[in-house]
């Protein structure tokens, strides 16, 4: 994507905007990896120091997390993030709403771990366990989503983001060179 000299935003605001419109088109997805600042700036025609400063305020925003050694990923929870992130109607289901209450309660815990954590292999330790948390809870996390766009307060992911149920066919996977790409413009 070259930049357009038009477009008064600044240059690492871009290259954010971009990348939150390839999560939330489905282009990356939870845990996908992105490029590295160098490969970033080459992509998008920026500085070095503009891409550092893109990834920067991902990671800030919550919409990446980094491991160090491996790369910068998008967050489990960007797709939930950029659509709002909270529920908007209480749900009614009691059994639901506990379970939901048990998740969060948990995901609190190992937040609270990260950002206590004195070292980088605490924080990544606490990184790791969260996406585990949330792997592990993708059925709940699932039926929250069910729940709410049943009852029209949420919209629902985009398609290529729905797990099948267990009558229909997943959907054809992407290949991964495809999915990370800039967009042409």
Known sequence: MAHDPDDKRALFQQVV???LDQIRDGRLNPNDPLPSARKMADLYGVASMTAQRAL???QHRRITYSVAGKGTFVHP????LLRGGVLREPIDDPDLRRRVAAYLADQQAITIRYHHARTADDKNAALHDLLRHADFNSDLIDEVIKYQAD???FAQQPENLRRPSNDEAPPAKRSRSSRNRAPKQ
């Open 17 to 19: 905007d971009d990348i």
């Open 151 to 153: 009852r029209g307060n």
């Open 56 to 58: 920067r305020e991902l």
């Open 77 to 80: 929870d960007a797709f939930d």
